[in-house]
């Protein structure tokens, strides 16, 4: 029997890469949203078009994505569409908190629409800067302030909340520094390897002794896709990440090595907020989902360079 998904985000980068995920399967036919405000139709599918359709929607507007949920009544939402990135996010406060009226109506049509299940894409930036190292999904406290971090914050609350109230099953997916081919130049991966390979300097916000850690993407999309298929994580929450930590000043050294490029490494500035000191998820429960060691950071690279997909 043939399971109908829907996708919001499904243009963004990691939207748009469970899309290919799942559409491998021929029982799933996918339904891709996205307003296009961040996404980008470069990244639909190119193969299996007879098992998705995009449509231009923002799931903020009720009416938009009322029509959507009322014509297909889904089996699954993967919600997945947000404003993203901390300082796109720090510069439209107002716009961020659109993003908890999308959540109110999907999550009423889901309930009343039959859906069985709602994964949702929240963050490592609801950890803030964190008392607790790694960060564990039940015990380290959600205490950011920045805008982008309440929202998602919020989107957890409303998922509880239907859980309880609706019987809505829910699955939270905290995502940490996910990096590969597809992803957009505004985050720290793709900026650094577009930076070394046009040999252009590589500019870092501080002193670069900020830590972080970077999943590869196909890492990612296995652990929450086996969490969909298995059944795993059920009305609970899993930090989606590597464990690898590494100083934002030795990635930039790395990415140079890997790319073999004359680039310099040039110091900015802290940054205001939003940039914190460390970020290292327990990411115990996504190992169990992955069942296979995560790959490392420098094969990732080059797996990101080689397939040319890095310039979006």
Not at 40 to 47: C, D, G, K, M
Not at 163 to 187: A, V, W
């Amino acid at each position: 029997m043939i399971k109908k998904i829907l996708v919001t985000g499904g243009a963004g980068f990691v939207g748009s890469c469970m899309v290919d995920r799942l559409i491998e399967d021929p029982d799933n036919f996918v339904v891709i949203v996205d307003d296009l405000s961040t996404g980008n139709i470069t990244r639909l599918p190119e193969v299996h078009k007879d098992r998705w359709k995009f449509i231009k929607c923002n799931v903020n507007g009720y009416r938009d994505i009322s029509a959507v949920m009322m014509a297909y009544q889904f089996d699954y939402v993967f919600h997945y569409a947000a404003v993203v990135g901390v300082q796109r996010t720090l510069q439209n406060p107002v716009s961020v908190l659109q993003d908890i009226n999308g959540f109110k109506y999907l999550l009423d049509l889901c309930k009343n629409t039959g859906v069985k299940r709602v994964f949702f894409s929240s963050s490592s930036e609801v950890y803030g800067e964190p008392f607790e190292h790694p960060q564990n999904e039940q015990t380290t406290p959600l205490n950011s302030r920045l805008p982008y971090a309440v929202v998602k914050n919020v989107g957890e609350a409303f998922l509880r909340s239907y859980k309880q109230e609706f019987d809505l099953d829910y699955t939270i997916f905290r995502f940490f520094n996910t990096y590969g081919p597809k992803q957009s130049q505004d985050f720290v991966m793709s900026k650094f390897i577009n930076a070394a390979l046009a040999g252009r300097d590589i500019t870092i916000y501080g002193d670069g002794s900020q830590t972080r850690t970077f999943c590869y993407k196909d890492d990612n999309i296995d652990a929450c896709y086996n969490a969909f298929v298995n059944d795993y994580i059920v009305n609970d929450t899993v930090n989606i990440g590597s464990d690898f930590e590494t100083t934002v000043l030795d990635l930039a050294k790395l990415i140079i090595q890997v790319t073999e490029s004359k680039s310099k490494i040039v110091f900015l500035p802290p940054l205001k907020e939003g940039d914190m000191s460390r970020r290292k998820p327990d990411n115990s429960k996504m190992r169990e989902l992955l069942g296979r060691p995560l790959i490392p950071i420098e094969a990732g690279i080059r797996l990101t360079i080689e397939s040319g997909k890095y310039n979006y």
